[in-house]
């Protein structure tokens, strides 16, 4: 089963990146969960992403298309990393969020979303 686990943005995320001993050490951990993460063969792709100020929308409507600017408001809807995995089931993919390390500095939320597969489409 692949799932998409979706870092959820904070506030805090949204200023972006700042190099400081408290996300050098959170950096650090991540990494070392993303190493787990490659062992059990669990690990197929995941990055982290910039703030949304330096993001675009393209909104659609018939033919038209719109560009929107970031960034966007409601930081906790927007995502600021993800890791695509492949697990047994969501039960697997729960269990492995539940030993990640916290992503950001304060509070924060992880979603996991299945991936469709054909033979969900058929």
């Known amino acids: 089963m692949r799932v998409m686990v979706l870092v959820k943005a904070t506030e805090e995320s949204e200023k972006g990146f700042v190099s400081t001993p408290e996300t050098t050490a959170l950096m650090e951990a991540m990494g070392r969960f993303n190493d787990d993460l490659q062992k059990a063969g669990i ?6 992403l910039k703030p949304s100020s330096e993001g675009k929308r393209v909104a659609f409507d018939g033919p038209g298309r719109t560009v929107i600017d970031g960034p966007f408001a409601h930081p906790r809807e927007l995502v600021a990393g993800f890791w695509l995995w492949d697990v047994k089931d969501m039960d697997e993919a729960v269990a492995w969020v539940k030993r990640c390390p916290n992503p950001m500095p304060g509070p924060s939320e992880i979603e996991i979303r299945p991936l ?7």
């Not at 690990?43 to 982290?48: N, Y």
């Not at 469709?116 to 058929?122: A, K, M, N, R």
């Open 43 to 48: 690990l197929r792709t995941g990055d982290g």
């Open 116 to 122: 469709y597969e054909l033979s969900d489409l058929q």
